[in-house]
C-alpha cells in the first residue's frame, strides 16, 4: 500500500475525490490593471493540469465573468460571479460571506478542485483579502497607473505574497520604466516577489505559471500559512451610499 502520509507537491492534478478543499487565491488591484486579464492567463496556462474555478466581483455586474466565460478559458460552470452592492473590498474583507459561499458551492460541485481564484472588483491602493477568505493574494499594478505607483506603498503592495507590474510591453508607450518599478516594488516589499508580466512575454508568463504551482506545492505541504497583509487605510460609508478613504496611499470617494 502507497504511502499516504507525506502530501505529493509534485503534481497537482493528484488530488483525491475526499480533498474538496481548494488552494484560494485572490487578486486585487485598481481598476484597468488586468486582474481579468491575469486570471485568463493562468487558466490557460495550467487549465490542463489543473482543476480550477474562479469567482469574480463587482458592485452591480458580472461582466468580468461573462468576459472569462467568452473567453472560452474554463467550463462557464466553473466561474461564478459575485455582485457586492457595494465596494468590492467589503466582500473581500469586511464580510466575506457571499464570496465563501461562492468559492465552497464549486468546490461542492467540482470537487475536487485544485485552484480557485478570487477577483476583487478594481479597487484602490490598500484593499486586501482577509485571510478567512484566502490562502494567498496576488496584487496587480500596470504600467500605465505611472511609474510613481509603486512608491505611494499600501498593504496590497508591500505585503500581498506578490506583486505584479502588469503591460510591461506598453511601458515604452506611456514614458514609463517598468524595470524601476519593480526595483521600487522589491525594496518595498522586503524581498517578497515581484513580476513584470506581459502576454506577449512568454518568459514573464513562465514566472507566473511557476509561482502558482510553487504556492499550491506549499499550500498543499502545510509549508504556507495565509497571513493578513494588514487593514485597510481608514474608509467610511455614508448614508447615501457614497463611501471615502482618508488621506495618503489609494485615498478616494465615489
Known amino acids: 500500500m502507497p504511502d499516504t502520509t507525506t502530501p505529493d507537491t509534485t503534481t497537482p492534478h493528484t488530488a483525491t475525490p475526499e480533498a474538496t478543499r481548494s488552494f484560494r487565491l485572490g487578486v486585487a488591484g485598481p481598476v484597468g490593471t488586468g486582474k481579468s486579464s491575469l486570471i485568463a492567463m493562468v487558466c490557460r496556462e ?10 469574480t466581483n463587482d458592485i452591480y455586474t458580472d461582466e468580468d465573468a461573462r468576459m472569462l466565460r467568452a473567453a472560452g478559458v474554463l467550463d462557464p460552470e466553473r466561474i461564478r460571479a459575485v455582485e457586492t452592492g457595494a465596494c468590492p473590498h467589503t466582500a473581500i474583507r469586511d464580510d466575506v460571506t457571499a ?6 458551492d464549486l468546490e461542492a460541485d467540482f470537487a475536487p478542485l485544485d485552484l480557485v481564484l478570487v477577483e476583487s472588483g478594481g479597487d484602490n491602493l490598500t484593499a486586501t483579502f482577509s485571510p478567512a477568505l484566502v490562502d ?5 499594478l500596470d504600467v500605465a497607473g505611472g511609474g510613481d505607483v509603486v512608491r505611494k506603498g499600501g498593504p496590497g503592495i508591500s505585503r500581498a505574497d506578490l506583486l505584479v507590474v502588469n503591460k510591461t510591453d506598453l ?3 506611456v514614458g514609463v520604466d517598468a524595470d524601476l518599478m519593480q526595483v521600487q516594488g522589491r525594496e518595498a516589499r522586503d524581498g517578497r516577489p515581484v513580476i513584470g508580466l ?10 507566473l505559471r511557476a509561482w502558482v504551482l510553487t504556492m ?3 499550500h498543499r505541504s502545510g509549508h504556507h ?3 493578513d497583509p494588514g487593514p485597510m487605510a481608514p474608509h467610511s460609508h455614508g448614508e447615501d451610499g457614497t463611501h471615502s478613504h482618508g488621506g495618503g496611499a489609494g485615498a478616494h470617494a465615489h
Request: proline share 8%; charged share 20%.
Open 46 to 55: 495550467l487549465g490542463d493540469e489543473l482543476r480550477l474555478g474562479v469567482v
Open 99 to 104: 464570496n465563501l459561499l461562492a468559492v465552497e
Open 136 to 140: 494567498a493574494q496576488v496584487f496587480v
Open 171 to 173: 511601458a515604452p508607450h
Open 198 to 207: 506581459s502576454r506577449t512575454d512568454p518568459a514573464s508568463v513562465a514566472e
Open 216 to 218: 499550491l506545492g506549499a
Open 225 to 227: 500559512v495565509p497571513v
